[in-house]
């Protein structure tokens, strides 16, 4: 329910603060006095474009705040789960500004969101019909969403399974095409591809090769200076070899002089770790006995790589990638014919299920379309068309989407005698007024939506028809809140809530004012509907007995 609106710098319209309350909420005025300003700024704050004049003349921007309160736990959730958090009373505070330059920013519960965002949160909450979304009517494209509105509760779990299906047959088409496009490739392009394969192949790059040969060549790279070092060495470890002779004397010092038989277990193991170094040094020396070639067969391995690597712009892990998608293909080219036959298999089966899934909807809309004509025909019986017939004529088009494979186009008969005909060829204004409202009525007890707003629904119609009107509208606010702009007097009678806009002129310009009417207030306005600019005792008399009688 849309609790307060507040505008500032809108058109006309300075600042002006709008308390609405549950039930009918009647917006009445002269004609320019801003009505038309009000709904703007309401839409804006939904998420509506505007236009340049849209920010009042002289100010920096232009703002409209917006609190609602969600009595739903499902629409509470809903928004929820598009990221906005709502309080514990199911607050939700919406803050739209745009300056005089054309920048735009939005917050809902202080949270900076996104106009797509705020557009989805808006859905939940206000549904607004005016003159054009009369003529939203005249779509048919339209009629097959308002249909599914009435039977929503029995399409949902058929409509899950469909999209779910429809989910899986996109994949699977995907999947034919790529496959399709893989095995078209041009015979050339295919030699290509075998070619860079074998190469490859050829060439057997490791994963790391290239850093294992690098630091071979630069070992190999230093081996005179290590020949000599080695050799060096090992010279030095034989001129030790004596060591042992010394070993045997310590051993008979120790003996005539224990004092000294530390010397000879140093000397003992001195000896030891000797011999250990010098046959360790032997091995390496023998392994320093290299194959003459190596190094410059490892420089012909490294050239190799590099040119692989150049080649292909890409490094040996990467090429070997590369060879994994390239036999990949291979195989998925040679075994096409037979997957492409599984998968037509595949789709024809998934075909058949999307078919039943759509049969079941198309069963479900036919027998809500029946229903729903009827209720919308004796609605519009009470609206002064008694010889209207309603019937939603469903046929079924090429190829299926979420929405199953139906078109729904409403049709209509205002006379009798006559077929009926589609709704745009034979309706007029005060007609399609009707219809509109009929259908609303109808499917008041399926929306979730809590506000409704309507902007001159009473185009086209007058006297008892209004009083008819006038009455379907009261009835809707039983169940939701309804702002409507009017200006007839049987409708604004049936206010629950009325407000006045008017505009007066300050200083050098113009304002517009949203005022609250106390009840004699409501009276007087109603008096000045019936009679114009000119009240009098017998206008006031009439508008007093239509208030009295709305109340009944």
Known sequence: MLEHLKVSNVALIEEAQVQFGRGLNILTGETGAGKSILIDSINFVLGNRVGKDFVRHGAEFAAVEAF?????????????????????????????????????????????????????????????????????????????????????????????????????????????????????????RLEFYQFQLEEIRVAEPQPNEEEELQERKNFLQQGEKLTLAANGLAEALGATADIGGGLEFARNLATIDPSRADIAAKLETLHEQLLEITKDHARYTEALDHDPEELDKIEERLDLLYRLKAKYKKDIPQILEYAEELQGKFDRIENSQDELE???????????????ACLLMSKIRKDAAAELSSQIEGILHGLGMEAARFHIDI????????????????????????????????????????TMLALKTTLAAYDTIETFI???????????????????????????????????????????????????????RTVTHVHKLPEDGVVAEIARLIGGAQITDTTMSAATEMRKLAGK
């Open 342 to 356: 599984r998968l037509a298999d595949q789709k024809k089966s998934l075909e058949k299920e999307i078919g039943r």
């Open 68 to 188: 609602f309160t969600v009595a739903n736990i499902d629409v509470a959730a809903r928004i929820a789960q598009m990221g906005v958090a709502i309080e514990e009373d199911g607050a939700v505070f919406i803050h739209r500004s745009h300056t005089a330059l054309g920048k735009t920013a939005c917050k809902i519960n202080g949270k900076t969101v996104t106009i797509g965002m705020l557009r989805d949160v808006a859905g939940l909450l206000i549904d607004i019909h005016g003159q054009h979304e009369h003529q939203s009517l005249l779509n048919f494209s339209k009629h097959l969403h308002l249909l599914d509105r009435f039977c929503q509760e029995q399409l949902a779990q058929p409509k899950a399974q469909l999209s779910e299906l429809i989910s899986q047959y996109k994949i699977l088409q995907k999947t034919i095409t790529n496959l399709s496009e893989e095995g078209g490739i041009p015979a050339d």
């Open 454 to 508: 309507f902007d001159e629904i009473d185009t086209g119609i007058s006297g008892r028809t209004a009083q008819q009107v006038a009455e379907k509208l009261s009835v809707i606010s039983k169940g939701h809140q309804i702002l409507c702009i009017t200006h007839l007097p049987q409708i604004a009678a049936m206010g629950d809530v009325n407000f006045l806009i008017e505009k007066t002129p300050r200083g050098e």
């Open 395 to 434: 046929q079924r088009r090429k190829g299926f989407g979420r929405d199953g494979f139906d078109n729904a186009e409403f049709m209509i008969s205002t006379n009798k005698g006559e077929e009926v005909y589609p709704l745009s060829k034979i309706a007029s204004g005060g007609e399609m007024s009707r």
